[in-house]
């Protein structure tokens, strides 16, 4: 199911993860060639994102909503 961006935040590795309006989050890498993704690299790119969906395997398998990062 796809689901929209709502916010980002850094993991404890520093890698960008977006916050997903059901409550999931899911890993939003930029290491090439696995990952394409230059968008996430700048506070820019970012933005410009929020609001586009990803495809959500966690409600495809009806998985409870991630816990809130620390603030």
């Known amino acids: 199911m796809e689901q929209p961006i709502t916010a980002y935040h850094t ?3 520093g890698d ?4 997903l309006a059901c ?4 890993h ?3 290491r090439p060639p696995w990952f394409n993704r230059p968008w ?3 506070p820019e790119g970012r933005k410009c994102m929020l609001g586009r969906k990803l495809a959500c395997r966690k409600c495809d398998e ?4 991630d816990q809130q990062p620390p603030p």
């Not at 960008?16 to 916050?19: G, I, P, R």
């Not at 409550?23 to 899911?26: D, V």
């Open 28 to 30: 939003v890498r930029h």
């Open 62 to 65: 009806e998985a409870p909503p």
């Open 23 to 26: 409550g999931h989050f899911q």
């Open 16 to 19: 960008w993860v977006a916050e």
């Open 40 to 42: 996430v690299i700048t």
């Open 11 to 13: 993991d404890e590795e």
